[in-house]
């Protein structure tokens, strides 16, 4: 087993790698048990107290993939891997201060970006709403605008949303900051920068394409790019390595 500081994925930046996962509708036992395994005390006890077994599964698969990439990455075990979280409750992996990841699920999806500098991605399924009323309460007058102006409005509401949530979940702030606080400005490729506190933040955000019925973006700091989208199955994430 090698150790982590001959690892430090800081000395070799690979820029952002996105996993995202279609979460099955049932999944054998042993396969559940089998994964369930790899995960923490603490998560295996949250996993098991949610009623609806769909929220289970995303909960789980998101852990999943995590544990088995970082593995890889890092050329431990999945068991060898040890977590902790900033005061806001965004989690990052202590064998490894260059190396960042976050989690997403919504509906039937899973997605994780793993990076070298620090980032958030957001996946929501695109739900009838009545948008610009939520758009008024949540976003900034000019996303708000923006929204009121389109002739998709539910598909520019669910991007605005989804954009706002990956920048938050960047910084790793949660919810202590508001959506109100700064205004997504989305250029003419679909990727946006932020204004935040009257000010250009350092992050960028990137659509990136998962499913016609769902939003998908992931917020990387500028100068990082999206280097490589998997979709996994689950034979994929039962044969991703684990190694010695």
Known sequence: MHSSKELNPASARFGAHIIAMQVPEQLEEDVYRHLLSDAAPDKQQRIERYVRRADAYRSLLADAIVRRRLATLLRVKTSALTFSSNAYGKPYVEQAEGLHFNTTHSGQWVAVVFSDEPSGI??????????????????????????QSSDQQLQTFY????????????????????????????????SADVEDEGRLSSY???????????????????????GAVEVWGLAALLEASNPV
């Not at 960047?170 to 900051?177: D, M, R, V, W």
């Not at 960028?204 to 999206?226: H, M, N, Q």
């Open 122 to 147: 957001d996946v929501e399924i695109m739900k009838k709403s009545d948008s610009l009323p939520l758009a008024r309460r949540f976003f900034s007058p000019t996303e708000y605008e923006a929204i």
């Open 159 to 190: 991007t605005y949303w989804s954009m706002k949530e990956s920048y938050i979940k960047a910084l790793g702030l949660g919810l202590s900051k508001e959506l109100t606080s700064f205004t997504v400005l989305i250029g003419e490729d679909g």
């Open 204 to 226: 960028r955000i990137y659509p990136f394409e998962l499913d016609k019925d769902y939003s998908s973006t992931v917020c990387l700091k500028a100068g990082c790019r999206i």
